[in-house]
């Protein structure tokens, strides 16, 4: 993790059904799992305090990781400051005070309960969830490469593209035509659903 991810925190204050997601979250060099379960507990529903109440296998569960990951994810997120400790239920954290990045960069909107209802692996999640923040809202298209993919998703070619079939499957991603002077370039175009 970065310094940058420590700069202008702040506690969430709201409970909608849909939870902002910053679109600068996917390029600070974070890696997959950490962007999973801090998107996770961004989702999670929280107090009037702010303070959001959950064991770690469900955190777990949404960001589709082991407890064992989960549990070598947090103080890494404590650590860069996004996160706060706030309660121990047996020595165990249960209690976390969640802070927002920054949405200079723009966001996008993921229905809370989203990450737990949907069946896509861990790295269908985090290469959707890269797409939905290159997602040009008017247009619903996001132009982007497979290199920009690759690093902000930290996924592999050999996974990439079979993710990218089952996005399309799930009816969650359609590749667009593209110009020929586009793929020299080697960006490709593609229309993002957002979830329901």
Known sequence: ??????SHRRPMTTNEAWAPIPNSLFRLGWSKTELLVYVALLCLPYQNNGLVIA?????SAGAGVSVRTTREVIPRLVAAGVIVQRQLYEGIPTHYQVHELPRDGGFFRLPRRWLWETQLTTTERIVYLVLLSRRNRHSGEAVVSWVTILAEARVTRRTLAPALDTLETAGLISRLHQRRHAKRQGTNRYKVLLPS
Do not use: D
């Not at 993790?1 to 420590?6: H, I, K, L, Q, Y």
């Not at 064991?55 to 955190?59: K, L, P, T, V």
């Open 55 to 59: 064991g770690q296998a469900e955190i």
């Open 1 to 6: 993790m970065t310094e940058r991810s420590r």
